[in-house]
């Protein structure tokens, strides 16, 4: 069960780590990434083997106690100088050698099963001191008790309180108490009262330190007071096989909750729609919209008085270029993408308004983020609105303005001017002929009349006041039609500007906070 759970919190740091790549600290993701290392390398090797160190500082008795367990006497002790300058192992049981290897272990020693303690499987060092005055002596130190399953920290009634042992050692252990063991050794040199006095202050220090699960014994490598009990406890996670689970759960653990704090609280929730609202009122200004569809509404105008108008005035119409195109937005071309408009540049203020509205939208969706979340997540959107100008022209270039449209009226209201005007015309020849005819004092024909009036004059006087009306009626539904059609080009123009503030602006930031949160509970899940 303890694997499966050391399994799943592994997965889970991954993800954090993957998560918060180029966003936490790059301190923190190497530890995390050490720590997942290890775990491989350590779950990899051998699982009946549990590797229990014993470090301290100078003159604590490490050595001497290393001896006691061992019951040979394989380390030199020493008491003013550091006498241990490399790492030291004993061994119980067989197939030790590879851990040790990966331990960079090469000072080896077997020892023979004790009776009555179980300790096949354990695996023994005593480290170089803590505080020696040798560099290389303390790398070699700090560098297995990274790496061994249960820390064993011997100290001594003198120095069992230095501030410098509990702030550089024993806190970064915090959430590690389920495998350190802290040894007051040399008790027989204190008074019952005196040892009782110690212990119960230094079981305070630790608990201080963030290891209030760590065990606190009092022993004497000397004497051999409270060894055996130290023994027992050594062969008990020996058999056990569970220390080097433990530890590698500690330390994901720690990484972990240190991932989570790097990534703050859940960022609040808010609402999206008046902050996008406001950047797309601002690219549509940057973009030149209105402009555009001020063109949509003159162009249709254009058309459709050229396509209902009288006849013989639509070519006054023509006369005026069409807006749409001075903007050069009625020419098709096969590659979108390169498609440009012939749009007038936004003023700089303008301009300046549309990347102040970006900075703004990106500040509200991220606030409350870590800041380097945050950072992130503007230099993303910085980067891709570097050529924001041509994303937008080329947004508007893309869009169906309708300025091909022709609406099937056009052609019923053109039809019934043509035979307006063909009327109009019959009657001015009719009329032309019976002018002719009388100027010549030739007989004419019999004029047919309607309700007293001459039919060629009805068609005149009718067509000419039928095409202006038709004209008039014309142009106030093109008004109309024009109108609607710029309210179309609008929403299709703030549809397209909306793809492209989301494709620049609103993804990038979506994509950091998403990576945030992943980061955030796959962190907790690995901490719990």
């Given amino acids: 069960m303890a694997r499966l759970d050391l399994t799943a919190r592994t997965a889970a740091l991954e993800t954090a780590v993957s998560a918060g790549t180029a966003r936490l600290p790059d301190d923190l993701l190497d530890d995390a990434r050490a720590v997942l290392a290890h775990t491989a ?140 063991v802290v040894v007051l050794n040399q008790i027989d040199r204190l008074t019952p009262e005196e040892a009782t006095a110690c212990l119960a202050d230094l079981r305070r220090l630790v608990a201080e330190d963030g290891l209030s699960s760590a065990r606190v014994l009092g022993v004497s490598a000397t004497t051999g007071q409270g060894v055996d009990e130290l023994d027992a406890l050594l062969g008990q996670a020996a058999a056990r096989r569970e220390a080097a689970v433990a530890r590698m759960v500690a330390d994901v653990r720690g990484v972990a909750r240190r991932i989570a704090d790097a990534c703050g609280d859940k960022v609040p929730e808010r609402s999206q729609d008046a902050a996008r609202s406001r950047l797309v009122d601002a690219l549509e200004a940057a973009a030149g919209v209105p402009t555009v569809v001020d063109a949509v509404r003159g162009s249709a105008n254009r058309r459709a008085r050229a396509a209902t108008g009288w006849p013989p005035t639509r070519w006054i119409g023509r006369l005026r270029v069409d807006p749409l195109r001075r903007l050069g937005l009625t020419r098709g071309t096969d590659r979108p993408d390169l498609a440009r408009t012939s749009v007038p540049r936004a003023s700089p203020t303008v301009a300046a308004r549309a990347q102040v509205a970006v900075r703004e939208y990106v500040s509200t969706m991220t606030a409350g983020a870590p800041q380097d979340w945050a950072l992130a997540a503007r230099e993303r959107v910085t980067d891709r609105t570097g050529g924001l100008a041509d994303e937008l022209d080329q947004a508007v270039a893309g869009t169906e303005l309708e300025a091909a449209r022709r609406p099937r009226w056009w052609g019923v209201v053109s039809l019934l001017q043509w035979v307006v005007l063909g009327a109009l015309v019959v009657g001015l020849v009719w009329l032309g002929v019976l002018a002719v005819l009388a100027y010549l004092q030739l007989p004419a024909p019999e004029t047919p009349a309607w309700r007293g009036f001459p039919w060629p004059t009805l068609l005149v006087v009718g067509g000419a006041a039928v095409g202006v009306v038709l004209a008039l009626a014309s142009r106030v539904a093109g008004a109309l039609g024009a109108r609607r059609r710029a309210a179309r080009a609008r929403r299709r123009l703030r549809e397209s500007i909306g793809k492209v503030a989301g494709r620049l602006v609103w993804l990038p930031v979506a994509e950091e906070l998403s990576a945030l949160t992943t980061c955030r509970v796959a962190a907790q899940v690995a901490a719990t």
Avoid: C
């Fill in 41 to 180: 390398t350590r779950t990899a090797l051998s699982a009946e083997h549990t590797v229990v160190a014993l470090a301290g500082s100078t003159g604590s008795g490490k050595s001497s106690l290393f001896n006691a367990i061992a019951r040979a006497p394989l380390a030199r002790p020493g008491i003013t100088r550091p006498t241990t300058g490399r790492p030291m192992a004993v061994v119980w049981g067989p197939g030790a050698d590879p851990l040790l290897s990966w331990l960079e272990v090469g000072d080896r020693h077997h020892a023979a099963d004790r009776t009555g303690v179980a300790t096949d499987g354990l695996v023994l060092l005593d480290l170089p001191d803590h505080d020696s005055v040798v560099t290389e002596h303390r790398a070699i130190a700090e560098r297995l008790v990274e790496r061994v399953d249960l820390l064993v920290w011997v100290v001594d009634p003198q120095k069992y309180a230095d501030a410098a042992l509990h702030e550089r050692y024993l806190r970064p252990l915090a959430g590690h108490g389920d495998v350190v």
